[in-house]
């Protein structure tokens, strides 16, 4: 039951391994390989021969070169129809979030030919298909909108766009490169899904300006000034549009219905949008549309992307504007493209690397920035379409890349009669599907806590901005991951009845007391954060059981602490575990400890606490502690006797 030999605590069970220590250097490089590398990427790389080295770390950093050479014909099957249909997604998409951001529609063209070209070779998701996203559209435009406006200067606010996409694709390849996805971490599930919602409200409202034919419109995003807006500007309102967007509408969610009803037919869902660009285009042409308040797109022109690594500002006094956009952008596209790959490579049983997804994204906004495209991601709506078309590999995407080509080539001009209404109906249709509503329900069923950060997020961007909304949530987020740390659980162990087991008491009110023994267990990582609250802690749970217990005439002579939950353990958590024990020591209570990790029994015998308490008292598990107790309380008993 204890760690040595001793004279009276021999007994048949293992003991502690105290005698275990880990040089620093050896320590300090376990931790970080933990930490940055856990998939073991390179794992029995030494055994291979140099050149077959070289190969197998290309091909962890081009992940075409892994599934490349194994491509056969009956997967380009499935991704050709798969790059078809997402291509037929991405046009009416395109230029939808790019008038959402803006910017001149063209641009949300060019954003779904290059990054996808690029994202096929670095990425490790089959399933993601890349594209432009609203939310992040709607956040630039917001942000960057404030600081240049794009009715005074076009051109800049083009430009401050490049230069965003820019910083976006430096940070996140940044955070790859050097394994900190960690970061992305702190936009947590419920703080995208309140942030989602409420991005997707405001996005719908502000789309009744395309639905009702109006030409001004307020630049804020904040409920209040939205609705101010449509009411100001009511004089503006055309029924013609309104009309015709009402029918763009019910067609758009007849397609979701049938494809929720018959899921075969998803692709009908999926074209559905560019038969709305197509038929409300053959529509405006011939009625002469933009005469009866019915307003286009306008001039689309030919021609694949030009270069725009000249249009990029890094001496502008808009240069803090540039970063923040595309730092704030960046990590909200990172965690949608991540989650959305994540979640879909679980339904097939796959994995995905999530470093090496922020390399690719990275390297792909970056080579965006160059070639006149703003900020892109792994978007959910067409990443689903994708999966169910069946891609197989990230084919898919350079399938729609090509797609996209023949369209800048050849067919851009056509799309100049597509009715702003048309795009209004698409972006509202696509916008449902992100308030889950459903989600909100579940929140507040299994976590009011979850809840809350939600609906921070939510109201914060409804009724103030994006950046607040996001702020706010994931501050609260930090805060309460901060709580748990300050004020981890502890807990007093019963035995239950009939077993060798031990448990919390209060998850098992029926559980047993040890007379004269108090089992108490921690149950985190014990810093200077939390140490003072831990020995608060323990000493009222010594208190309230003493005070408990001399009812029954009864007085606790052992404090058995159970802290294999104890990942690790500072300098402070020291202290405290050595105050704990004078307490108890001047009480004349004995302490034991049980199964200490690795990590922390070294600490804790180089501190000397071990030498302290005595490695006698140092146990495997509770069940032996408690058996030396009672061994150690008898002994002294038989004294008395004897005495």
Known sequence: MGTTTGDHHQHPHQWVNLSAKRPFAKALKSDLTETFFPDNPFGGLGDLPAGARVFRVLQYF????????????????????????????????????ARLANLPPIIGLYSSFVPPLIYAVFGSSKNLAVGTVAAASLLLASIIGADVPAAEDPQLYLNTFYTAAFFTGVMQAVLGIFRLGILVDFLSRSTITGFMGGTATIIILQQLKGMLGMKHFTTKTDLVSVMHSIFFYRHEWRWESFVLGICFLFFLLLSRHLKTKVPKLFWVSAIAPLLVVVIGGIFAYLVHGEEHGIPIVGDLKKGLNPISISDLNFQSRHLTTAIKAGLLSGFLALAEGIAVGRSLALMKNEQIDGNKEMVAFGIMNIVGSFTSCYLTTGPFSKSAVNFHAGCKTAMSNVVMSICIMMVLLFLAPLFKYTPLVALAAIIVVAMIGLIEIKEFRRLFKVDKFDFCICMVAFLGVVLFSMVIGLSFSVGLSIIRALLYVARPTTCRLGNIRGTELFRDAKQYPDSLSLPNILILKLGSPIYFANAGYLRERITRWLEDEESVRKKNGEDIHHVIVEIGGVTSIDNSGIGMLNEVHANLDRRGIQMALVNPRLEVADKLMSSGFIELVGQDWVFLSVNDAVTACRFNLQESRNKEDRA
Request: charged letters at 10%; a neutral charge.
């Open 62 to 97: 081009v992940p075409i070169l892994e599934w490349g050479p194994k491509y056969t014909l009956s997967n380009f099957r499935y991704d050709l129809l798969a790059g078809v249909t997402i291509a037929s997604l991405a046009i009416p998409q395109g230029i939808s979030y």
